[in-house]
Nanobody, 120 residues
């Protein structure tokens, strides 16, 4: 059974930090790129950060560059999103997605999300 389970969300004050985790099971994690998305109430789901399957390349949305860091531990089947200098506009549900493209087919698995609230 394929599972992606996010954790680490919560309430934090502006300027604070959180580390989100995304734990995977049921598929060959090391073959998949991992993407973090977030969705604020009434808004579309936007990509926040990505990391390639071997961890050699990362990419960030402009809004989080310099504040967020994505990393992965393939031995633990886990991806992390370190979020620093948090702002109220970072408030959203954060989701991780595992993605692999094989020939013409896309394989995508989503987690259930974890709430991050930045507020004083």
């Amino acid at each position: 059974q394929v599972q992606l389970v996010e954790s680490g969300g919560g309430l934090v004050q502006p300027g604070g930090s959180l580390r989100l985790s995304c734990a995977a099971s049921g598929f060959t994690f090391s073959l998949y790129d991992i993407l973090w998305y977030r969705q604020a109430p009434g808004k579309q789901r936007d990509m926040v950060a990505t990391i390639t399957s071997a961890g050699g390349s990362t990419n960030y949305a402009d809004s989080v560059k310099g504040r967020f860091n994505i990393s992965r531990d393939n031995a633990k089947n886990t991806v992390y999103l370190q979020m620093n200098s948090l702002k109220p506009e970072d408030t959203a549900v954060y989701y991780c997605k595992a993605h692999r493209r094989l020939l013409t087919l896309n394989y995508d698995y989503w987690g259930q999300g974890t709430q991050v609230t930045v507020s004083s």
